[in-house]
């Protein structure tokens, strides 16, 4: 039999995704209850049980956590035009939810204090796993313009980097041989939807995927994306779980000298059909790939 509470994860993650995909829009309690096809009157209270946030905190976070993102663009956009698309109806309102969340101004975030906000994000991850981030600039980086492709995942939600990934891949992979996607091999995706810079570590998403033609259909708390692909910017990883979010780091580090900067969209870890996660060191290969744009 289903796992009951897997229903609900597989529901409450629809309505995550979706707060994501529409922040410009209204968002209140029975639009997103009816994405999760529950009744708004409980709606609230089995969300903040499966999240540990309320419906109305997880959209404000979500909300200023984009924005802080694109404040960060070159050239800069303007700071109205930032809160309105995020789903603010002024700049004053969304200064003061602004400086609520982070501390500082949007104006003060993008002359630089958000090195400091990210660097207690760090700081705050490197004690969960405690392993020391690697900070060394990846031995070659390529860009590569990839395919769109739609997959079937797996998610997890909890600080990136620790074992907690590693046994969602187990499960999944376990998943995907059940369903007879794994002959002949695939390639897998690994697919982190937050910052871990600006993110709390426990609110943290990743999606464990394999790619899936138009005929599936999602079940249970497997779910459905469609990965929009473009242009990346792409270095080959070696290691454990622990040591990942260093090698990301070192992908960013790479930035500032290459003339390109993130695009708008998840980065993603791809994996051959045929990878597989060392028993002894659990050390894993696959390709770290981030989406980018030119300055």
């Given at each position: 039999?289903?796992?009951?509470?897997?229903?609900?994860?597989?529901?409450?993650?629809?309505?995550?995704?979706?707060?994501?995909?529409?922040?410009?829009?209204?968002?209140?309690?029975?639009?997103?209850?009816?994405?999760?096809?529950?009744?708004?009157?409980?709606?609230?209270?089995?969300?903040?049980?499966?999240?540990?946030?309320?419906?109305?905190?997880?959209?404000?976070?979500?909300?200023?956590?984009?924005?802080?993102?694109?404040?960060?663009?070159?050239?800069?956009?303007?700071?109205?035009?930032?809160?309105?698309?995020?789903?603010?109806?002024?700049?004053?309102?969304?200064?003061?939810?602004?400086?609520?969340?982070?501390?500082?101004?949007?104006?003060?975030?993008?002359?630089?204090?958000?090195?400091?906000?990210?660097?207690?994000?760090?700081?705050?991850?490197?004690?969960?796993?405690?392993?020391?981030?690697?900070?060394?600039?990846?031995?070659?980086?390529?860009?590569?313009?990839?395919?769109?492709?739609?997959?079937?995942c797996l998610r997890h939600v909890g600080p990136y980097g620790t074992p907690g990934i590693v046994r969602t891949w187990q499960r999944f992979a376990a998943w995907c041989e059940q369903q007879g996607?794994?002959?002949?091999?695939?390639?897998?995706?690994?697919?982190?939807?937050?910052n871990a810079d600006v993110t709390p570590p426990a609110q943290c998403r990743y999606d464990a995927c394999i790619e899936v033609d138009e005929g599936f259909r999602p079940a249970g708390e497997i779910?459905?994306?469609?990965?929009?692909?473009?242009?990346?910017?792409?270095?080959?990883?070696?290691?454990?779980?622990?040591?990942?979010?260093?090698?990301?780091?070192?992908?960013?580090?790479?930035?500032?000298?290459?003339?390109?900067?993130?695009?708008?969209?998840?980065?993603?870890?791809?994996?051959p059909g045929d990878f597989s996660i060392d028993s002894e060191s659990g050390a894993i290969a696959c390709q770290l790939c981030m989406p980018v744009r030119p300055l």
């Open positions: 039999m289903p796992d009951p509470r897997q229903a609900y994860v597989a529901r409450i993650h629809r309505v995550t995704d979706h707060i994501d995909s529409h922040l410009g829009q209204p968002l209140d309690l029975a639009v997103l209850a009816s994405v999760a096809n529950f009744s708004a009157w409980h709606f609230h209270r089995v969300f903040h049980a499966i999240t540990g946030e309320t419906l109305a905190d997880r959209v404000r976070r979500r909300r200023l956590e984009v924005a802080a993102a694109r404040l960060q663009r070159v050239p800069p956009e303007p700071v109205l035009a930032i809160a309105l698309e995020v789903g603010f109806g002024s700049a004053a309102v969304f200064s003061r939810a602004f400086r609520a969340h982070f501390g500082v101004t949007p104006t003060a975030w993008r002359r630089g204090a958000f090195r400091d906000w990210a660097e207690r994000r760090r700081d705050q991850l490197g004690a969960i796993h405690q392993a020391a981030r690697r900070v060394d600039p990846p031995p070659k980086v390529e860009l590569k313009r990839l395919p769109a492709v739609r997959v079937a996607l794994t002959q002949p091999p695939r390639p897998m995706y690994g697919m982190a939807h937050d779910g459905v994306h469609r990965w929009r692909g473009g242009l990346h910017a792409c270095t080959a990883f070696h290691g454990t779980s622990a040591e990942i979010h260093g090698a990301w780091v070192g992908l960013v580090d790479w930035l500032p000298d290459s003339g390109y900067q993130p695009d708008d969209a998840p980065p993603i870890e791809i994996y």
